[in-house]
């Protein structure tokens, strides 16, 4: 898991909910918000892969973070929300839930934690945020989609 003491503050966090659980992002990495468009599946795709939509004439892979968190895609849902990040080889859509909000957090804000276990696993966690009763995980985008040739 990677250092807290390489946050400098004040940063901002684009804060979404997959599931029942809240996550994080620093803002400069998230290019786009956007509205679900329609996905063009991919047959053998890499696990997780849902397929490809055009962004503004650009086809973009559909990454879809469900799968990657192990819970269940609701059936319909209307705040579902794609959030466009730059990833090792290229701009990648991240399925969400919903985006919530843009915070300011301060180094206090945030704690580095340890899970017990197979900790290769909660690679793309950088740490968790406490605001008010709830936590927040903060993610690194660059390890949350595995890349080409990774084992999914």
């Not at 659980?21 to 679900?36: Q, R």
């Not at 290229?90 to 909000?101: H, Q, R, S, W, Y």
């Not at 804000?109 to 709830?134: I, W």
């Amino acid at each position: 898991m990677a250092e807290v003491a390489v946050l400098r503050p004040p940063r901002q966090l684009v804060l979404f909910r997959v599931g029942e659980t809240h996550y994080g992002l620093d803002i400069e990495s998230v290019d786009e918000i956007l509205p679900i468009l329609p996905v063009t599946a991919a047959p053998g795709a890499p696990g997780g892969v849902l397929g490809f939509a055009d962004v503004r004439k650009h086809v973009v892979p559909v990454f879809d973070l469900h799968w990657k968190f192990g819970v269940p895609v609701p059936e319909s849902n209307p705040e579902a929300r794609f959030i466009l990040v730059e990833s090792a080889e290229g701009p990648v859509a991240l399925l969400v839930d919903a985006v919530e909000e843009v915070v300011t957090v301060s180094r206090e804000d945030f704690q580095p934690v340890a899970a017990p276990g197979k900790t290769s696993e909660l690679a793309y966690l950088n740490g968790v945020l406490r605001r008010g009763d709830r936590l927040t995980l903060w993610v690194d985008h660059r390890r949350l989609v595995p890349e080409t040739g990774a084992a999914a």
